[in-house]
């Protein structure tokens, strides 16, 4: 490990201004609704806050949560690939962010930045940063999942030629529902234990994630927002909303570490869409809209052709 000293402080501070920007970001894009802000504690040590827009104009509901805990033992789902880790205390810091927008046309999009600290006896074991952020949509263009790749694909070329593929792939294979054998949506960045180029490149990459999310999201929700629908939109747009609680509760990494390490309910799963529907094997009629986004999208894609942005 490079033996540049890590600065969980330095690391604070960006993600309390990268929560205030992207509040202050989507508030505007909203056009009214403002985010409750809730302030918690955790017993074992830290605390953070959660800030929820409900019932906005474009959004339906919106929730970014930031974070700073401790606590006195690993959970396994941060030591299945550390195991000499195991039983060590960490320090973990984060904002993480989920928007369900409420027309059918606007997909749902979700970020997350993160910083951990592996500690026993008082000194460092080992550190890391992980995150990205990943497209939902139901009703899609093809133009924007093009644009948002090529903003994930501006996220990670100053780091290396290599780097916009090596996250997109690692994106796609991490968001795939192993029991509906389908993608979640169409991708973007998933990185993790990010830590072999040392702290301030580590570090680094981790800002260009956060700091390149609004880039990639917002001028969809622009061009989306006022597009007609109706309740066949609407009913498609709950069902497959239910795609995103499956996942998240059977395979989301950043819930499973809530739950397993006793954080606060209400942030963990403040991801949840407010409104959701199932359907007892549900079919789309082939040729429809609906059957597009299963033909088209929901596998994985190489969206910038020769991973080029034009």
Not at 146 to 161: E, M, Q, S
């Amino acid at each position: 490990m490079n033996a540049e000293a890590p600065s969980t402080d330095a690391v604070i501070a960006y993600l309390r201004s990268l929560h205030d920007s992207i509040t202050a970001a989507l508030e505007k894009a909203d056009g009214g609704a403002v985010f409750r802000r809730d302030t918690w504690q955790r017993p074992e040590g830290g605390g953070g806050e959660s800030r929820v827009l409900r019932e906005g104009g474009v959004f339906e509901q919106a929730g970014i949560n930031f974070s700073h805990v401790m606590g006195g033992r690993l959970p396994a789902s941060a030591t299945a690939q550390r195991p000499e880790l195991a039983g060590a205390r960490f320090e973990a810091t984060g904002v993480s962010l989920v928007i369900h927008p409420r027309n059918p046309y606007v997909p749902t999009s979700h970020a997350n930045v993160r910083y951990f600290t592996a500690i026993r006896d008082g000194q460092p074991l080992a550190w890391w940063f992980g995150g990205g952020f990943d497209l939902t949509p139901y009703y899609p263009f093809e133009e924007d999942v093009i644009h948002w790749h090529r903003v994930a694909k501006a996220t990670c070329d100053p780091f290396g030629p290599d780097v916009y593929a090596k996250y997109k792939d690692w994106c796609d294979r991490y968001f795939f529902l192993k029991h509906r054998n389908e993608t979640r949506g169409v991708g973007g960045l998933f990185f993790d234990d990010l830590n072999e180029s040392g702290f301030e490149q580590s570090f680094a990459f981790m800002r260009s994630v956060g700091d390149h999310y609004l880039d990639a999201y917002l001028p969809i929700v622009e061009r989306r927002k006022d597009t007609p629908y109706g309740e066949r939109e609407r009913n498609f747009q709950l069902y497959r909303r239910g795609r995103y609680v499956e996942f998240n509760l059977v395979y989301d990494r950043g819930t499973i570490f809530g739950l397993q390490t006793g954080g606060r309910i209400e942030s963990i799963l403040m991801s949840l869409p407010p409104l959701v529907r199932w359907e007892y094997d549900y079919k789309p009629e082939p040729g429809t809209p609906e059957a597009r986004l299963y033909r088209d999208y929901l596998r994985p894609r190489q969206w910038l052709p020769d991973g080029h942005t034009n």
